[in-house]
């Protein structure tokens, strides 16, 4: 059953997919979603197809469509192919299977987009659901990995300070605290989306500080604002 061309369409412009991207698909079928990647959007596309037969007419669509300078279909498994440097993954898959690739596309690099066509990811919510005339598409961004305590500093007015910083995630929610003396101060608005971080509390002095940053493996940096008016960088370590 291939997915239909208004679909292929809506699942790409969900990825905001460019010509700088790298989209790979899984499980191509007949290859539309390869040549619409290459053709409408420019990008850079493989299809990976487990039916040798299914491959070569994929490719030869390809070819007939003249998209064989930037998208192209192999036959391969895709539980056993390298797609780690894809920017955007789509697939058409059973809900066993995408559950089983679950743990390899989490494990891509923060920020990569994934749409799937019909079929969730069990538990892992989606970013953004999709429905184009009766048939739906899913939506995620592959969260930075950022549960765990983390050492979080930065210098404002002339002094240093430093706190302790608690995250637990579930996919891309994140909930957590900082820790203030005594005082575990639950933090605020926390948002998770791909490697960007964002989160607010209110410190022991009722100051209100908004921070957003960038994940860096073991290490996070950005900017805060705070309420009584003053800006500063910090950076934290992961323990």
């Known amino acids: 059953m291939p997915t239909p061309d208004d679909v292929v369409d809506r699942m790409l412009l969900m990825a905001q997919t460019t010509a700088d991207d790298y989209v790979v698909d899984l499980g191509a079928g007949d ?24 491959a070569r007419h994929a490719q030869e ?33 059973l ?6 690739l679950r743990p390899q596309i989490l494990a891509m690099r923060p920020g990569t987009r994934v749409v799937s066509h019909s079929f969730n990811m069990g538990d892992w ?3 953004e659901t999709s429905d184009v005339d009766g048939y739906r598409a899913y939506f995620w961004i592959v969260p930075a990995n950022v549960g765990g305590t983390w050492s979080m500093e930065w210098s404002e007015a002339g002094r240093q300070s430093r706190v302790e910083v608690r995250l637990d995630q579930r996919y891309q929610k994140v909930t957590g605290a ?23 509390y209110v410190d022991d002095t009722g ?9 860096a493996g073991n290490r996070l940096e950005g900017s805060f604002r705070a309420d ?3 800006e500063s960088r910090w950076s934290a370590t992961k323990r």
């Open 61 to 93: 669509n390809a070819r007939k469509a003249e998209v064989l300078d930037r998208g192209r279909i192999i036959e391969g498994d895709i539980f056993e192919s390298d797609f780690s440097q894809a920017t955007v993954v789509t697939m058409y898959l």
């Open 207 to 215: 100051v209100r500080r908004d921070f957003t940053g960038r994940v």
């Open 31 to 54: 290859g539309r979603i390869v040549i619409a990647a290459a053709r409408k959007f420019g990008a850079r596309a493989l299809g990976i197809e487990y039916n040798p037969d299914m």
């Open 228 to 230: 009584n008016g003053r």
């Open 125 to 127: 919510e989606p970013d």
């Open 95 to 100: 809900p066993s299977l995408n559950i089983k």
């Open 178 to 200: 900082v820790r203030l003396g005594r005082v575990r101060a639950g933090l605020r608005e926390t948002s998770l989306r791909g490697d960007q971080i964002s989160f607010t």
